[in-house]
C-alpha cells in the first residue's frame, strides 16, 4: 500500500499482535496494518483461577488476560523490530457470556456439542479485551500502556442437533472462544450481532484506533 504524503510525515510504529489467531492477524492486515506475530505463552488457567477466586467478571478477565499477553511479549522485547521506530504491541483476549457463564475454548467435542446445543436460538455476549503497549524505539522501553473490553451481542440461529454434531465434528469450535466463529463455519449459524463484527472474530478496529489514538498515535500511519 502506497502512503500518501501526509502519511509519510508521521512517525513509524511497528505493530507485534502478542497473540497466536490467525483470524486476529487477518482482521489487522485487511485493515492495512502488517503485524508481527509473538505468542506470549501466558499460563492462562493459573490466571483465570486467582480471577475468578475474587469473583472478577468477565470484561475484567479478558482485560486482564489481554494485559498479560501483552506485557510479557513486551518484555521479551530487546530492540524495536524496525530501525528508529516505537513499536505497538497489541494483546486480545475473547470470551462469551452466556446466561452469566464465560465461556472460553471448550478444547473437547463433548463440551463443544453440549455449548453448541445450549446456544442454538439464544444469545450471549461477546467480550474481547484489548492491551496496547507503546514501545520506545531502539531501546523498547514502555512509553505507555492502555486497555479496554469491547462487548458484542451474538444472536444465534436454530439449528438442528445434526446440524450441531456437524459442526462439532468439523474441528473449528474446539479452539475458540464460545464455541463458535464467525468468520469461518459458524458464521451460518450467527443471525445477528449488536455491536463491532471484528470485536466477535477477536479484535475491534474501532477500539484498537481509539487506543492507538490516546497512545499518541495516527493510526493511518500503521498502515503498511
Not at 475491534?204 to 498515535?217: F, W
Amino acid at each position: 500500500m502506497e502512503k500518501s504524503d501526509s502519511v509519510r510525515g508521521e512517525a513509524a510504529v511497528s505493530v507485534v499482535l502478542a497473540s497466536a489467531s490467525p483470524a486476529r492477524r487477518k482482521v489487522l492486515q485487511g485493515a492495512g496494518l502488517r503485524p508481527v506475530v509473538r505468542v506470549s505463552h501466558v499460563d492462562e488457567d493459573a490466571l483465570l483461577a486467582k480471577l475468578r477466586a475474587r469473583a472478577a467478571g468477565s470484561a475484567e478477565q479478558v482485560l486482564a488476560l489481554a494485559q498479560a499477553k501483552a506485557r510479557a511479549v513486551a518484555g521479551e522485547l530487546e530492540t524495536s523490530l524496525s530501525p528508529g521506530a516505537d513499536t505497538l504491541v497489541v494483546g486480545c483476549d475473547s470470551m462469551l457470556e452466556f446466561h452469566g457463564e464465560v465461556l472460553g475454548k471448550p478444547h473437547n467435542p463433548e463440551v463443544a456439542l453440549a455449548r453448541v446445543r445450549a446456544l442454538s436460538g439464544d444469545c450471549g455476549v461477546l467480550h474481547t479485551g484489548h492491551w496496547v503497549i507503546r514501545l520506545r524505539r531502539d531501546a523498547a522501553e514502555a512509553v505507555a500502556e492502555v486497555g479496554r473490553t469491547e462487548s458484542t451481542v451474538v444472536h444465534f440461529a436454530d439449528f438442528s442437533e445434526a446440524e450441531a454434531r456437524a459442526y462439532v465434528a468439523s474441528g473449528e469450535p474446539l479452539e475458540v472462544a464460545g464455541s463458535f466463529t464467525i468468520d469461518g463455519l459458524g458464521g451460518a449459524f450467527i443471525s445477528g450481532i449488536e455491536g463491532d463484527p471484528h470485536n466477535v472474530i477477536g479484535i475491534s478496529l474501532p477500539l484498537l484506533r481509539k487506543l492507538a489514538g490516546e497512545l499518541g498515535i495516527f493510526w493511518p500511519s500503521l498502515w503498511a
